[in-house]
């Protein structure tokens, strides 16, 4: 029995753009734009740069959010019902039942950023909230130490500053986030504006040409 050997030889793979003279039907090649190709490849990698989780600043979210979970039942606590009765304005009641929705979102905000560390809306959108209810919280404490009991407001508050330090990390972090986009965004641009040189170079025989306009109908 005779065996056949068949050499199989790799060729490096060519791409190339095919187009038509003015007057033949031969196509002719060009070689491909490589810039055009450089530019979405940049443009990819630096996506899939970005999208590298953060295993640190996911903690940190996870803090922030097991924060949230225990000044809740202490809001609980509170009765702003008995301070109206007692004089205390009808705001206390509002800013008490905003307070614990706020932090209720608090804690669901957290934890959907664990699963994606690197969104930027979705983080600003998180601190915003954090920053606005905490000065709600600061206004709502005024009522507990004045209508209930000062040494619960103490409580409450102490709690709460405890995620000053995770605050300022997403801060930063959300700073490292705007500051690679900017990056991404800046390297794609420059790519794509030498990408339009090139083209701008290039002999008008080997732009395609406009096709012509229908002639209109004589009358």
Same mark, same amino acid.
Request: charged share 20%; hydrophobic share 40%; with cysteine.
């Given at each position: 029995?005779?065996?056949?050997?068949?050499?199989?030889?790799?060729?490096?793979?060519?791409?190339?753009?095919?187009?038509?003279?003015?007057?033949?039907?031969?196509?002719?090649?060009?070689?491909?734009?490589?810039?055009?190709?450089?530019?979405?490849?940049?443009?990819?990698?630096?996506?899939?740069?970005?999208?590298?989780?953060? #295993?640190?600043?996911?903690?940190?979210?996870? %803090?922030?959010?097991?924060?949230?979970?225990?000044?809740?039942?202490? !809001? #609980? *606590?509170? %009765?702003? @019902?008995?301070?109206?009765?007692?004089?205390?304005?009808?705001?206390?009641?509002?800013?008490?039942?905003?307070?614990?929705?706020?932090?209720?979102?608090?804690?669901?905000?957290?934890?959907? !950023?664990? #699963?994606?560390?690197?969104?930027?809306?979705?983080?600003? @959108?998180?601190?915003?909230?954090?920053?606005?209810?905490?000065?709600?919280?600061?206004?709502?404490?005024?009522?507990?130490?004045?209508? #209930?009991?000062?040494?619960?407001?103490?409580?409450?508050?102490?709690?709460?500053?405890?995620?000053?330090?995770?605050?300022?990390?997403?801060?930063?972090?959300?700073?490292?986030?705007? *500051?690679? @986009?900017?990056?991404?965004?800046?390297?794609?641009?420059?790519?794509?504006?030498?990408?339009?040189?090139?083209?701008?170079? *290039?002999?008008?025989?080997?732009?395609?040409?406009?096709?012509?306009?229908?002639?209109?109908?004589?009358?």
């Amino acid at each position: 029995m005779r065996l056949l050997f068949v050499n199989f030889e790799p060729r490096p793979a060519r791409f190339e753009v095919r187009r038509r003279g003015p007057n033949t039907g031969d196509a002719k090649r060009s070689p491909a734009l490589p810039g055009a190709l450089t530019a979405a490849m940049l443009f990819f990698c630096c996506a899939a740069f970005a999208q590298q989780p953060d #295993q640190d600043i996911a903690a940190v979210y996870n %803090h922030v959010g097991l924060r949230a979970a225990r000044i809740q039942p202490m !809001l #609980q *606590q509170l %009765h702003p @019902k008995d301070w109206i009765a007692s004089g205390a304005p009808d705001t206390y009641l509002a800013q008490w039942t905003t307070a614990i929705e706020q932090f209720r979102a608090i804690e669901s905000d957290m934890a959907a !950023l664990t #699963q994606q560390p690197e969104s930027l809306t979705e983080t600003m @959108k998180a601190l915003f909230r954090v920053e606005t209810t905490n000065q709600l919280l600061a206004s709502l404490m005024g009522g507990v130490r004045k209508y #209930q009991n000062p040494a619960l407001a103490d409580l409450i508050e102490s709690v709460a500053a405890e995620a000053g330090a995770d605050i300022e990390s997403i801060e930063q972090h959300l700073l490292r986030i705007a *500051q690679d @986009k900017d990056q991404q965004f800046a390297l794609v641009d420059r790519e794509a504006q030498r990408c339009r040189a090139t083209l701008s170079k *290039q002999p008008a025989a080997s732009r395609p040409a406009a096709p012509a306009r229908p002639a209109r109908p004589t009358q």
